[in-house]
């Protein structure tokens, strides 16, 4: 029994010794995981003519964003309002963290617009599983971040719809001018 707990002493000690914190979320001066590391604007890509939200980056890989997103009637047709949730990877860097990175990313994002005309259940007249919800739309994209010191963000993104890579399926065809869009988008980071 002697030996035993010796050994055991001897096992533990150094473990203890060489134990540290292990952070799996890093975040910036602050401690809470509810405080966003930035905050965003973004112009087109599904997101709306001009949409602002915030972001939660980890480990310097993965980003969620939650944005709110506004195109007025002017060019819409009437006003509409949408949410945007992305989720992006971030493939690799080039560069410096402290001073110029650039950084390509791809992710997936859902849009959902709280739109009368739009529908997240069949309507009555249709038979259920018809047609796909229209006011919940989830996207593809893409895009190439420019970051400077650790401050501002700037990205340019391209987006396409699950609606819009049916059809690429069914034609065979892909043309920019008629699939997808293209945004803009800025992240000041905290």
């Known amino acids: 029994m002697k030996y035993l707990s010796s050994w055991l002493l001897a096992l533990l000690l150094p473990a203890s ?17 509810w405080v966003p590391s930035s905050a965003i604007t973004q112009h087109a890509a599904y ?30 047709g009437e006003a509409v309002h949408s949410w945007t949730l992305k989720s992006l990877a971030y493939l690799f860097s080039v ?9 390509p990313y791809m992710g997936l994002s859902v849009n959902y617009s709280p739109d009368s005309e739009l529908f997240l259940t ?7 599983g018809y047609y796909p919800a229209s006011a919940v739309r989830p996207a593809v994209v893409g895009g190439l971040e420019f970051r400077v010191q650790s401050q501002l963000a700037l990205a340019f993104e391209f987006a396409v ?4 890579l049916a059809y690429l399926k069914d034609s065979h065809n892909f043309d920019p001018e008629y699939m997808g869009s293209s945004g803009l988008s800025v992240r000041w980071l905290l």
């Not at 540290?20 to 975040?27: C, D, L, P």
């Not at 001009?50 to 060019?75: N, S």
């Not at 560069?95 to 650039?102: A, C, M, Q, V, Y």
């Not at 719809?161 to 819009?164: G, H, K, P, R, T």
């Open 47 to 76: 997101a709306g003519y001009l949409a602002a939200g915030f972001g939660y980056e980890w480990r310097d890989t993965w980003a969620l964003d939650l944005l709110y997103g506004y195109t007025p009637p002017e060019l819409a």
């Open 17 to 33: 010794l060489n134990a540290q914190e292990i952070t799996v979320f890093k975040r910036g001066t602050t401690d809470n995981p």
């Open 95 to 103: 560069g410096s963290r402290d001073t110029l990175r650039l950084r």
């Open 122 to 128: 069949v309507p009555d007249q249709y038979p259920p």
């Open 161 to 164: 719809l699950d609606s819009e």
